[in-house]
């Protein structure tokens, strides 16, 4: 039984993600494998153990839930969820009434700044003190300029400014008094360092993390999911004492389909290949369905979801994106799993675009995204039965081998690893 902590982080995630424009609330917004939420909270339980407050948008309870037990691990009976308001004070005053009475400091977060270091939430904690609230910065590098319309009017000293950032701690007393006295006066603040001072109390700064920064816009979701692939590859570049892990382990069979009706923009993409003339297929990236269902044959095979779950409409920075995207994404996937590629065989149904012509071609751009893999691709016509033999789109089935990687010490392999812990 953990010992009852006396801090607290209400991580507010009950933002629609408006400006993302990803068809889903922004904390369930995907960056890489796991959401915004997910990463916000493996940084969270990375710190000292506190109180964990969720707050997510209604309907969207049960998804805040599965996230929280999976990044909390041992830590789930420090953790609860509960429903937001229509406004970010709302819903940071319905976490502040689900805390424990024995919680005397509290931090809000903001989920959107989902890279902020463990570092940085322990700083913090240690920092507030009984009547002082703290808020990490960065200081301001940008020249600033005042402007009237389009017109320039005059610099603004940047040493005075800084770069607000989450999480915000404060002596919980005086926060709560702070936030019935901002509902008293029905004022709405634009963070709670705001909202704190203006009740008269002291906030005081520490030095925050350029990783602090908050996911807003899709350029924002570019930069985290770099971020997180920088970091991955410094993990797989550091030296390590056993010998690194090759493909020869337990084979896995998976099986992905797909299909897409014709009737996108431009031309026509289809295993990899651009097909100039050919009416297009539509879908969320570029429609190509051969690529998808190779996606989804190598996921399953590897027990790793499916291509909505890493590719879906919740991740707007694949629309429009290619097969070589899509390959290469989710051998990164297979690889941090464990898992190498043995080979691939696909089929789709169609009575266009004439493949044999350019089957090598094909099969060759397919296997370079995968590392070098052998694919083979057949194209089969179905006689005029169903929607593709209508002409009215294309179905694919895809078959995919994987296997669980092994080093040369016999270490256990990851379906080995899942025996043992069931």
């Known amino acids: 039984m953990l010992p009852v902590p006396t801090a607290a982080i209400i991580v507010v995630a009950a933002g629609s993600g408006t400006r993302l424009d990803a068809g889903a609330p922004k904390a369930f917004v995907g960056i890489d494998a796991h959401s915004i939420l997910r990463h916000a909270l493996d940084g969270v339980f990375a710190a000292a153990p506190i109180q964990v407050v969720v707050v997510a948008p209604a309907g969207f309870e049960g998804d805040a839930e599965t996230e929280v037990r ?31 009475g024995d919680v005397r400091t509290v931090l809000v977060h903001d ?37 009237e319309g389009a017109t320039v009017i005059a610099p603004v000293d940047r040493s005075e400014l800084a770069a607000a950032q989450t999480p915000q701690g404060f ?26 001072a203006a009740a008269g109390h002291p906030v005081r700064h520490i030095d925050g993390s350029s990783r602090g920064f908050k996911i807003t816009t899709p350029d924002d979701l570019v930069r985290a999911r770099h971020l997180l692939a920088a970091t ?21 069979v998976g099986i992905g389909t797909d299909a897409h009706a014709f009737g996108g923009d431009g031309n026509l993409w289809l295993a990899g290949l651009e097909w100039p003339g050919e009416q297009p297929l539509s879908g969320h990236s570029d429609g190509d369905a051969v690529a998808h269902a190779i996606v989804d044959a190598l996921l399953g095979a590897a027990g790793l979801g499916d291509i909505g779950e890493h590719f879906g409409t919740a991740h707007p920075e694949y629309a429009g994106a290619h097969a070589e995207v899509f390959l290469a994404r989710t051998r990164e996937l297979l690889a941090q799993s464990g898992f190498g590629i043995g080979n691939v065989s696909v089929q789709f149904q169609g009575n266009r675009p004439r493949f044999s012509a350019r089957r090598r071609e094909a099969e060759g ?36 081998m994987v296997m669980a990687q092994v080093d040369a010490n016999n270490a256990h392999d990851p379906e080995s690893n899942e025996k043992e812990q069931s």
Do not use: H, M
């Not at 993990?235 to 896995?252: K, M, T």
């Not at 370079?368 to 789109?393: H, I, M, N």
């Open 365 to 400: 751009v397919l296997s370079d995204a995968l590392g070098g893999v052998p694919v083979s691709v057949t194209a089969t016509t179905t006689d005029g039965l169903g929607f593709p033999g209508r002409a009215e789109g294309i179905a694919v089935t895809a078959i995919a």
């Open 232 to 252: 991955a590859v410094q993990s797989l570049a550091q030296p390590v004492a056993q010998p690194v892990a090759q493909p020869v382990g337990v084979p896995r």
């Open 70 to 100: 999976a990044a909390a691990g041992d830590r789930a009976d420090l953790t609860r969820v509960v429903t937001g308001g229509s406004t970010r004070q709302q819903s940071v005053a319905a976490g502040l009434a689900a805390l424990w």
């Open 171 to 196: 002596p919980r007393t005086l926060l709560e008094q702070a936030y019935a006295r901002a509902e008293r006066d029905g004022i709405e603040y634009t963070d709670d360092a705001a909202l704190f």
């Open 111 to 147: 989920a959107a700044r989902a890279l902020t270091p463990p570092a940085v939430i322990d700083a913090v904690i240690t920092a507030v003190d009984d009547s002082t609230g703290i808020l990490p910065t960065l200081p301001v590098i940008d020249t600033l300029k005042r402007v």
